[in-house]
């Protein structure tokens, strides 16, 4: 039975943020996980705040604040530095960020020939930033064979005007597909496959050399160029500036469908930095409860094979998602469970969960669902009690946020790891040190 | 249909049926070493909760409206190495390494297995006899000409690792030793722990086996080794499952036993532990009481040092080891989902500088990496670990489990040992320092 100061449960971008926090500041600490999730789905990007009234993420977090309920009321003054703790750690696991909170909100293109609002992405995706200039023009290039990106269709739904909302865009959209060396044949190719010929400089060479044939070949000149985002994995910015380099257009990813390569890079930076600093990282099994001594949590118990794994601690952070990442269980008679304390949870009720469109604008009811914290994070019982001392809410779990809808979930994970970690680590430990242990 | 096919039945479902919670993510592709290194494999997902869609859970193709639907839609799933990092991955609780190796196992159910795959899975028999001819058959496993013409009749690599074979097994030592020392009173379990050696110390590294007897030893534990046999798992791996089923019969028969009585088993071998643990009843579906007894009591080497230490009753006078260590952690540890406990008590060691080298699989996944046609694959899945170790410059690694010791020394001509191997050295040293008398048993290492 292994013991911690901290045990973050949850490997996302809250969890991993909380986790890191933690270990900056000297303490033990133990990230558990049931698998990866958020950070392998999602695009990669720092969404703060996009709303469409906001010309800054800084004015969508001040709009958010005033929200009823959404955690920026008590959260939002701190996204600033969180955010620039974040990058500077990013940008020394090799996955540079670009663009800040006073960035103007942009419409970049999507895989899937839409568009999102963001200001904050990693380098790669970075050129899909910035107004169009009058005759710019976009090119959609994929690569043959793989089903994952299909350029003809981005290009054909990227022409449409109503999709950038109207305003500023591409002169033109035009699409091109690319055979890249021994993979023209395949079935089956997915991103990382990819992005991991990339990491290989001599397959490199020549893909590069491949796509600014066929670019070269496409009628104009300049403008920027859309590629599926899978420049490289571990030698992302070595690739992307060969990429840049080689390249007739101005190139940019464009994040996928799971698996997430630039995803994968964010979560592969803050891990390699955790685990620099000493934490544990254990993924695979689902922490199924915890010890209580009173107030305070003593312990976390996941599964383990044929009996439980047990890590003693002075205190936890919950990190462990909203409904699509299991923090919320929905049961069949319309209530909605906290996987893991069975905190209290604040929801429409059930005849109010359906939406005839799932993606609507004016965001999903279950959204907002989720736990109500006091402003220092520690999980409200329905009587406006305070059940823990040592227990703080992170992420995506927290009640009051829609984070489809206004793309205020990564620096609702962002700021709320962070304020847990420091919170707790101001809280004395359940234990002493263990005489003569040290760290490794 | 038999009240215990209907029972087999529905305890594959578990795994099988597991497939429902898949959400087609791809994040066990992600993690897949063997992917990683091979368009040959597809990927967990593809041959796993994918294709178990189309599996009918029969050996045989089953007839419907005069159409054959194949027991397995995807032979690609034998270039699975059963590493299992795709069910740690998944975020969904879905049992793709698992449902692999059934599905593995029903595609060959019926055809007469490989001689090679046959061989490779039967540890007991290929241990018995090299021991017994063991100036031969070690001779023979380290000639190269003989090794080649091993390539192309039997299909084991040329330059797969091999250990080799003891003068004697564990299991005979033992009991002269036993012989010697005379009848003495079994100690309780409060006082004594059952020792679950597995294949490797019995036929191959009885320096492991001493090592634990002497570590708990020095932790006030004696050490009973009972009859066993194999633990199953070669089997298991080269799709035997009825041979398996016998191993573990027998195994649990004797176990059962010790465990009603309140002893805990150790196991030196995370593979074996975690087949004890885990496989017998999730795999072989084994769901009687003695099984869940025995697994219950089941704990790898280095969890149960972990847990004394917890618990305040580890012996740390270690003494001062000043080198660096490069770890690696073998994928069947992972599956015991109890973090890196060999890193802990490395961290108990003053001036032992041991680093997780954090990296998937070793490329040998149990007999994977010995295949002829699977070694070049076994070798590019190691490949990164084999040059870090090697980066490292330290003279020696550590990695609890058999096989990826005999594929990383071999890979990188660096010494490779038992965790507990170093923890022994570590009190020796603390001997000499603290001027204790040292132990007068056979010095650790062959």
Redesign the interface.
């Known amino acids: 039975m292994p013991s911690a100061d901290v045990v973050v449960i949850g490997a996302g971008l809250a969890g991993l943020t909380a986790a890191l926090t933690a270990a900056e500041s000297g303490a033990r600490v133990h990230l558990l996980a049931k698998g990866h999730a958020a950070t392998h789905w999602g695009p990669g990007g720092i969404d703060v705040a996009g709303i469409p009234a906001a010309r800054t993420a800084r004015d969508g977090i001040g709009l958010l604040a005033a929200q009823p309920g959404h955690p920026y009321a008590f959260l939002g003054d701190d996204v600033a530095e969180a955010l620039e703790w974040i990058r500077s750690h990013l940008a020394a696991g090799g996955a540079e960020y670009l663009g800040d909170l006073d960035t103007p909100l942009q419409l970049v293109p999507t895989s899937i020939g839409g568009t999102r609002r963001a200001a904050i992405l990693p380098a790669g995706q970075a050129a899909a930033m910035g107004p169009w200039a009058s005759g710019e023009r976009l090119i959609v290039c994929g690569v043959a064979g793989f089903k994952d990106f299909w350029p003809e269709a981005i290009a054909a739904s990227l022409s449409r005007e109503r999709i950038w909302e109207g305003g500023n865009r591409p002169a033109s959209v035009t699409h091109v597909s690319v055979a890249l060396p021994g993979l023209a044949s395949r079935h089956n190719l997915n991103a990382l496959e990819i992005a991991r010929r990339f990491d290989d400089p001599a397959w490199r060479a020549k893909a590069i050399e491949a796509l600014a044939r066929a670019l070269g070949a496409v009628p104009g000149s300049g403008g920027r160029v859309a590629l599926p985002a899978v420049l490289g994995i571990r030698e992302h910015a070595t690739v992307l500036a060969a990429v840049r380099e080689g390249l007739p257009a101005a190139p940019f990813e464009m994040p996928l469908v799971p698996p997430s390569v630039p995803g994968m890079r964010l979560y592969a930076a803050l891990r390699a930095a955790l685990l620099r600093l000493g934490g544990r990282v254990v993924i695979g099994e689902m922490v199924e409860r915890v010890e209580r001594d009173g107030r305070r949590v003593t312990a976390v118990v996941s599964g383990a094979a044929a009996r439980t794994f047990t890590v003693r601690t002075g205190a936890l952070v919950i990190a462990t998602g909203g409904i699509a990442g299991g923090g919320l269980v929905a049961e069949r008679d319309g209530r909605l469970r906290e996987a893991l304390l069975g905190l209290p949870v604040e929801a429409p009720p059930a005849d109010e969960w359906l939406a005839v469109d799932a993606f609507d604008p004016a965001g999903h009811p279950l959204e907002k669902a989720g736990i109500r914290t006091d402003a220092d994070l520690r999980p409200v019982a329905a009587d406006g009690s305070l059940p823990f001392d040592n227990v703080r809410v992170a992420g995506s779990l927290l009640a009051g946020q829609r984070n489809v809808r206004d793309r205020c979930g990564d620096g609702v994970a962002l700021t709320s790891g962070r304020r847990a970690a420091r919170l707790l680590s101001a809280v004395p430990a359940g234990h002493a040190e263990e005489p003569g242990s040290e760290r490794p | 249909m038999t009240i215990a096919e209907l029972i087999t039945e529905a305890s594959e479902r578990a795994v099988g049926y597991s497939s429902d919670e898949c959400l087609k ?3 066990c ?3 897949c070493p063997v ?2 290194v091979t ?1 040959l494999f ?2 967990p997902k ?1 041959v796993g909760p994918q294709a178990q869609r189309f599996r009918t859970g029969r050996a045989q193709p089953v007839q419907i409206k005069g159409i054959a639907i194949a027991p397995s839609p995807d032979v690609t799933v034998d270039w699975c190495s059963g590493c299992g990092w795709c ?7 879905v049992k793709i390494a698992e449902m692999n190796s059934q599905s593995r196992a029903r595609m060959k159910a019926g055809k007469r297995p490989k001689l090679r795959d046959w061989g490779l899975g039967q540890t007991d028999l290929v241990g018995s006899l090299g021991v017994l001819f063991s100036p031969i058959t070690n001779r023979v496993l380290f000639n190269g000409p003989i090794r080649t013409v091993m390539e192309w009749t039997v299909g084991i690599h040329r330059d797969a690792p091999f250990p080799k074979f003891g003068k004697r097994t564990l299991q005979s030592t033992w009991k002269r030793r036993q012989k010697r020392r005379g009848t003495m009173a079994v100690p309780g379990p409060d006082r004594a722990v059952v020792y679950f050696h597995g294949c490797s110390a019995n036929y191959y590294e009885q320096h492991v086996a001493d090592a634990l007897v002497e570590i708990l030893r020095r932790n006030g534990l004696e050490t009973i080794i009972p009859e066993q046999v194999c633990c199953g798992l070669p089997m298991i791996s080269n799709a035997l499952y009825g041979d398996a089923r016998n191993k573990a019969h027998k195994n649990i028969d004797v176990l059962a036993g010790y465990a009603r009585q309140g002893y805990r088993i150790i196991g030196t071998s995370t593979s074996c532990t ?1 087949t ?3 496989e017998y009843r999730e795999m072989l579906d084994i769901h009687d009481d003695d099984a869940t007894l025995v ?2 009591a ?1 704990w790898d080497i280095c969890e149960f040092l ?2 004394l230490h ?2 305040g009753r580890l012996n ?1 006078r270690f003494g001062r080891l000043d080198e660096d260590l490069p770890y690696h952690a073998p994928c069947q540890l ?8 060999a ?2 008590l ?3 060691v ?1 001036g032992l ?4 080298m ?1 990296h998937d699989c070793c490329g040998i996944a149990g007999t994977y990496g010995m295949k002829k046609e699977k070694y070049p694959i076994g070798m590019a899945v190691g490949a990164p670990l084999f040059d870090k170790i090697r980066a490292s410059g330290a003279s020696e690694a550590a990695c609890d489990s058999e096989t990826c010791r005999w594929q990383i020394e071999k890979a990188t001509g660096t010494r490779t040992r038992h965790p507990i191997e170093i923890l022994l050295q570590a009190y020796r040293v603390g001997d000499v320092a603290g001027g204790t008398e040292s132990s007068t048993l056979a010095p650790v290492g062959t």
């Open positions: 993510c791809n994040v592709v992600t993690v992917a990683r368009d597809p990927g593809y069910t740690t991955a998944c975020p969904a609780g975690h004890i643990k885990a697994a219950n089941t972990l847990d917890e618990r740390t992972r599956s015991h989902g109890i973090g890196l406990p890193m802990e490395f961290a108990l003053p500088r041991a680093a997780d954090d």
